[in-house]
């Protein structure tokens, strides 16, 4: 005698002890399901079952026999809840393309040099890492992305600048307020950036997870500054405790990663170096946080300090007006920014240098690096 096969089970429902009685209220899925709502909760209440996706996951045979529906309202049903949990459509390649909307967009450094290698500035809606050695030129560029942003005429807004470290420098924010005051007059650039210190993470889960959104929600941001990752999580957690780090570091990721996609911004994380022993050359440190902060961000962007020295090599800057000699201008400090990976941009390094007027790129040079 054939094996009757058992019906899948997978929440060990006593498939028995079911009623096979009609449901209490009417089901019809001709019109419009103006009370599918209470009738999903009759079919959950009648089954005992507590999930709504458990309803899925049944088989529809089982789930007749727990629900006591017919095999087409058991369909329809399926249906409904796979609606109710995935609201959004598919949509395809040409979709996407079409709807402007939904298509990324690229913040300018408002450096020609620098966007060219970073075709456009840096994109909308993924996480761009900027790492790099302390005084490299990481929070430079930060501060120049938080006002170039303002200048922008279709996607542009105010930034949020989370501080975990060192204090704000305000008056390095002031100094480039002066020379982009230039470009957009009668604009306020400092009424547009919203500043937030904390020190433990008590502090960054009620600004990133409370205030962020109320600020996102009402069109008041387009880009957001994290000036450092690695602070806070490499002071709050021991070597011991790689794990609980690496679960805590892949929450905080997500929750970035959802406010980029949802409300289509640029989001900018700082991170540290640690001292590289497999690496020689120019560059003997990597970035910090491990392998499980790498696959967290999309883009990322690492700076270090220039072996040549050009101080009294340095072209006249083509933002010196006419009549001012260098002597009045600071001098500038060489850079080199280096792109280590993006699924949209190709290995680069732009030789930059950073003066009292933001930070300038000299040239590209699309070379392999050797910083990873």
């Not at 040409?94 to 060219?116: A, G, N, Y």
């Not at 980029?260 to 910090?288: L, Y």
Request: neutral net charge; proline residues 5%; contains cysteine.
């Amino acid at each position: 005698m054939d094996e009757v096969e058992v019906p899948r089970n997978p929440y060990n429902i006593d498939l028995s002890s079911r009623s096979t009685e009609p449901l209490p209220v009417p089901w019809a899925f001709k019109d419009v399901l103006l009370d599918a709502e209470l009738k999903v909760k009759a079919v959950l209440q009648k089954a005992r079952i507590s999930d709504e996706t458990q309803l899925l996951v049944l088989s529809d045979p089982d789930l007749a026999n727990l629900s006591g529906l017919v095999y087409q309202d058991v369909q329809k049903l399926k249906l409904y809840v796979a609606k109710k949990l995935v609201p959004k459509v598919p949509l395809n390649a040409l979709q996407i393309l079409k709807d402007e909307s939904l298509q990324h967009w690229r913040l300018s450094v408002s450096c020609p040099v620098i966007d060219k290698a970073l075709k456009g500035g840096i994109l909308s809606g993924v996480i761009t890492e900027i790492s790099g050695e302390s005084a490299c030129g990481k929070t430079q560029l930060c501060l120049q992305l938080c006002l170039t942003i303002q200048l922008d005429q279709k996607h542009g807004g105010g930034a949020v600048y989370i501080c975990t470290e060192d204090v704000f420098p305000s008056r390095r924010l002031q100094q480039l307020m002066k020379f982009f005051a230039k470009k957009r007059k009668s604009h306020r650039f400092g009424d547009n950036i919203f500043i937030e210190h904390v020190g433990d993470f008590e502090g960054l889960d009620v600004c990133v997870e409370r205030r962020l959104p109320a600020l996102l929600e009402r069109g008041l941001v387009k880009l957001v500054v994290i000036d450092s990752v690695a602070a806070l999580f490499r002071c709050h957690y021991s070597a011991g405790q790689v794990m609980e780090r690496a679960r805590h570091l892949s929450q905080f990721a997500s929750v970035l990663h959802q406010l980029a996609t949802q409300h289509s911004i640029p989001v900018v994380c700082v991170n540290q170096v640690s001292a590289s022993m497999d690496k020689a050359g120019p560059s003997k440190v990597t970035p910090a946080l491990g392998l499980t902060w790498a696959n967290q961000v999309n883009s990322r962007i690492m700076m270090r300090r220039s072996s040549l020295s050009r101080s009294c090599e340095d072209p006249q800057p083509t933002h010196q007006r006419p009549g001012e000699s260098s002597s009045s201008l600071n001098l500038p400090t060489h850079r080199v920014l280096s792109v280590v990976f993006s699924p949209h941009l190709a290995p680069a390094d732009v030789e930059v240098y950073i003066d009292n007027t933001g930070i300038h790129g000299r040239e590209v040079t699309d070379v392999l690096h050797n910083f990873m």
